[in-house]
């Protein structure tokens, strides 16, 4: 299958910082990536659908201005998580889709993100 | 709100046995059911059901859906101990935002 390469796969970071974490597409072009985010024991969230050159779409109940989404390229998407708090603490995990929606999605490795 | 459901949660078997997985689905406009398996950190694909029927196979896994009863199975058997993972089912629908919907997984155990 597809590759799909996210960064860094585990960061540690003080309360009131951002961070940055990138998910590309290394031998596909990604028309859409989605981020998700999963919480010890429980399942992956839905947190946004970003399509390259445009706005992302943020599900219900996820702050647009904290979680910052990016889809430069049809290559590249990045999720910034602003002024970070300890609750911020989880699992995020994108996964990219090259072209039309009924077809599967790849997922990187997940980014650990502890927040203290 | 769209919804899926995975029975059980967590099944602990003997290698060799042969488990069945559960999902259920209550999703409008629903277009596809996919099957993942968690081990460490990424999700990787199994399956994609989108006919009602059509059973799908690879190597001892094997998938159904029954979009009559809103349901599909995952099928494993001879298990392995690598076969040890968080089977996720997970749903598509049609047009709007086109993320998947996630059941909370099934945590299989195979035991020696």
């Known amino acids: 299958g597809a590759v799909v390469s996210q960064h860094p796969s585990r960061v540690i970071c003080k309360s009131g910082t951002s961070v940055k974490i990138e998910c590309r597409s290394l031998d596909f072009q990604a028309t859409t990536m989605f981020w998700y985010r999963q919480f010890p024991k429980q399942s992956l969230m839905l947190m946004a659908t970003?399509?390259?050159?445009?706005?992302?779409?943020?599900e219900q109940g996820v702050e647009k201005d904290k979680f910052l989404i990016n889809h430069a390229s049809l290559t590249l998407s990045t999720l910034t998580v602003t002024s970070a708090h300890p609750e911020d603490s989880s699992f995020y995990i994108c996964s990219a889709r090259e072209g039309r929606a009924n077809t599967e999605a790849f997922f990187g490795q997940g980014t650990r993100l502890t927040v203290v | 709100e769209d919804k899926v459901v995975q029975s059980p949660l967590s099944l602990v078997v003997h290698e060799g046995d042969t488990v069945t997985l559960n999902c259920s689905y209550e999703v409008t406009n629903f277009r596809s059911l996919l099957w993942y398996k968690q081990e460490k950190k990424a999700p990787t694909f199994l399956f994609m059901l989108t006919s009602s029927g059509i059973e799908k196979k690879s190597g001892r896994l094997s998938s159904i859906l029954d979009k009559k009863e809103l349901s599909s199975i995952l099928n494993i058997t001879a298990t392995q101990t690598g076969d040890s993972a968080i089977y996720l089912c997970?749903?598509?629908?049609?047009?709007?935002?086109?993320?998947?919907?996630f059941g909370k997984g099934t945590h299989l155990i195979i035991q020696p």
């Open positions: 970003s399509n390259e050159g445009s706005k992302a779409t943020y």
């Open positions: 997970a749903v598509l629908r049609r047009g709007g935002a086109d993320g998947l919907t």
